[in-house]
């Protein structure tokens, strides 16, 4: 479904990716796992197109997207929750939603209720405004923005980071749940590696701008994936 060939991309004349080559199946999990710096949070946003390749190709559903827009990768069906998190904190978590439904080209107003049926915890917090979410609360709506656009593919940037355990759980089973019931395809990066690996179906390690190594995420993966990231 999605194909990353020998990706490069830099910051100004720093380059970070030196060919970074992945791919993603139809309805597959894929764990982006490696060490902070090594190029993940740049690989997903080439791959959504924030960021310009000056080498290599990605390629969605057979058709080369590399030359396109973020908007326009979003219409193909790509969704992105990156790092950090931000909605827009002065409009209701509602109205959050509601500028993601008026920009897509389906408008089906059921999305709003599906992405809620996954993050029931913003039921009843609709009117409160983004900027007073907790988190936790914080990117259950970033992720129920990404789905109101209806990827086939979504990528997440580290989901749980800095989020209270109570809540993680949650954000996990959400999680599990648009893969293995909605058949979406999810790129995941994920600093905890328990949750990453049995959730996954392969797992790609990154090690200075390049997959270094990938395979299914299994039981021998997490010592060998432990393994390859320890310094
Ligand atoms: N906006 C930026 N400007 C310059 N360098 C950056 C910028 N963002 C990230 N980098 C650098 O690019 C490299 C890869 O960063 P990143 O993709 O965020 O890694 P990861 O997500 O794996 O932690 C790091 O060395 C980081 O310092
Ligand atoms: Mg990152």
């Known amino acids: 479904m999605l194909e990353i060939s020998k990706l490069e991309v830099a910051y100004g004349r720093t380059q970070v990716l030196f060919g970074s080559t992945l791919d993603v199946g139809a309805n597959e999990l894929v764990a982006l796992l490696g060490r902070n710096g090594v190029g993940k949070s740049t690989l997903m946003k080439a791959t959504m197109g924030l960021m310009k390749s000056f080498n290599g190709t990605v390629t969605f559903e057979g058709e080369d997207i590399t030359g396109l827009s973020p908007s ?34 389906h408008k089906q107003a059921s999305a709003i209720d599906e992405a809620l049926d996954l993050f029931p915890r913003l039921k009843p917090i609709l009117s409160r405004d983004a900027g007073f979410l907790s988190g936790g609360q914080k990117q259950q709506l970033a992720i129920a923005r990404a789905l109101i656009t209806r990827p086939k593919l979504i990528l997440l940037d580290e989901p749980t980071e800095g989020i209270q355990p109570s809540i993680i759980h949650e954000i996990e089973a959400a999680i599990a749940e648009m893969n293995k019931a909605s058949g979406l395809s999810i790129l995941l990066v994920e600093q905890h590696l328990e949750f990453a690996l049995s959730i996954g179906d392969r797992y790609a390690l990154m090690e200075h701008g390049e997959v270094v190594s990938s395979g299914p995420a299994d039981a021998a993966a997490t010592a060998t994936v432990r393994e390859l990231i320890a310094v």
Do not use: C, H, W
């Not at 827009?88 to 939603?97: A, E, K, R």
């Open 72 to 105: 326009q990768r979003v219409k193909r069906g790509i969704a992105y929750v990156p790092q950090g998190r931000m909605g827009f904190p002065q409009l209701s978590v509602m109205d959050n939603m509601k500028v993601v439904l008026e920009a897509t080209s």
